[in-house]
């Protein structure tokens, strides 16, 4: 994890679940980052880090990190590289977080379970999906080492992944955004469906953009580029 990313003096870097400290060790011991601010939400595990480790770069703070205002929290001191192994139910939300600031951060690694691994960079079939094409229209993502349940103690049921995550700095504009990523959501939402399906109680079924072909396939045979310019069709016909 921490080969993959660019620690300078003047890097600020964001852990998240600091655990036993192992990870956060490392961090402080194989690099000459300026600072390392930890969220952890269990007190026990906080003071046990915050005792072992005596670091001055250091700083943990007892919050869960999906409360924390990242803007308030980290914006003195960007850009931010994050490295953490997420916990596995907040995956998704703590990835949406890392979005909507995404201006804070340079790139980083985190460890989540490999099937969210292969969701997350999935561009067609099974995993595809509304969430998949949001996080990579944001960020670039890259697989790195499979982790198997075995380095664990106790070993888990499922396998893990490092993931390398960087924000895009050319992601297409999207006009009226918000009402794109609603109209994806519909698309998908019964993937085994055909578009047809889908759509067949929402107004955009009459829309000239759809013909019969169009129609009859799936959400995940789309690739994101045929979905924007799909999305563009629609929006030029649109009644003024």
């Not at 998240?16 to 939400?41: K, P």
């Not at 490999?114 to 094409?133: C, D, L, N, R, W």
């Not at 019969?212 to 009644?239: G, H, K």
């Amino acid at each position: 994890m921490i080969e993959k990313v660019v620690l300078t003096p003047a890097t600020s870097v964001l852990e998240i679940g600091c655990g036993d400290g192992f990870l956060t060790s490392a961090i402080l011991n194989q690099s000459s980052c300026a600072r390392l601010q930890v969220y952890e939400i269990d007190p026990e595990w906080a003071a046990h880090v915050q005792k072992k480790i005596t670091d001055p770069r250091l700083t943990i703070t007892l919050a869960n990190i999906l409360d924390v205002d990242l803007t308030a929290a980290l914006g003195q001191h960007t850009p931010w590289v994050m490295l953490a192994n997420l916990p596995y139910h907040i995956t998704f939300p703590i990835l949406f977080l890392v979005q909507a600031h995404k201006e804070l951060f340079q790139e980083g690694v985190v460890m989540v379970q490999e099937e969210v691994a292969q969701k997350i960079v999935a561009s067609h079939g099974k995993g595809y999906s509304p969430t998949s094409m949001f996080l990579q229209h944001h960020f670039e993502w890259k697989l790195m080492e499979k982790i198997e349940p075995t380095a664990f103690v106790p070993p888990p049921k499922v396998s893990s992944r490092l993931l390398y995550f960087k924000p895009r700095t050319d992601a297409a504009t999207i006009p009226d955004e918000s009402a794109f990523w609603k109209f994806l959501k519909l698309c998908f939402r019964s993937p085994r469906q055909t578009l047809r399906n889908n759509l067949k109680s929402t107004h955009y079924i009459t829309h000239t953009a759809f013909n019969t072909e169009i129609l009859d396939l799936r959400a995940q045979q789309f690739s994101f580029a045929q979905f924007l310019e799909l999305w563009e069709q629609i929006r030029a016909q649109r009644p003024q």
